[in-house]
């Protein structure tokens, strides 16, 4: 029940700031399941979550970033799946988490700084995002850091994000159960999971309607700015 309860907790900040659902529930999953289990738990939690967020926000969606950095991310999260049993994962997750605490503290420092969203832009950012998400299971980090950087209005910010997570999810959910992660037993948790994300999802939809667009950015940017912060901090921790 309390993994349940942390589920639900997960997503609903999740939705709040359209990503972070799997970086909030994974390390709490390590403290019931082996990592294994817990990253494809928290998959599916994932996937779940962003199939209601898509389903509550679909009228918002940019369908060529869902093409353009869509794709990629799909095809570059087959790559990461493959790779999870042979890379290490913390040093991956300290260097990431680098990168988002300097992009984050960057743009919060100066509130005009932004990417292009031209096409080798987009191309590059969901290669990168969706090679993340496939090898550590949590790439909404990034995937948010391009986002706000492209300066998505925030609707269509999670709807376009959730829709490209599905995709990413349904790739490398089914290469991780191929490889043995999930035992028998453990498929009943996934009904209730189910439940857990789209009650998440719905209570979080309720909050972040009522925010301000340039508040939500900063609120974004403040959730890349602590995964970063934690993926360094359980990096420095594992040396």
Known sequence: MLFFLLALISEIIGTLVGFGSTTILLPLALLFFDFRTALVLAAFFHLFGNFARANFFKHSLDKRMIVQFGVPSLLFSIVGAILVSSTPQQTLKGLLGLFLCGYAGLTLWKSKFAIK???INTLFGGAVSGFIAGLIGTGGGLRAAFFTAFRIPKQTYIATSAVIAVAVDATRIPLYLQQ????????RY?????VMAFAGSFLGKQIVDKIPQEIFRKVVLAAVLLIG???IFDWIAAL
């Open 117 to 119: 969203p031209t096409f």
């Open 180 to 187: 043995g992660f999930l035992k028998p037993q453990l498929y």
């Open 190 to 194: 996934l009904p209730v999971l189910f």
């Open 229 to 231: 912060a934690k993926f």
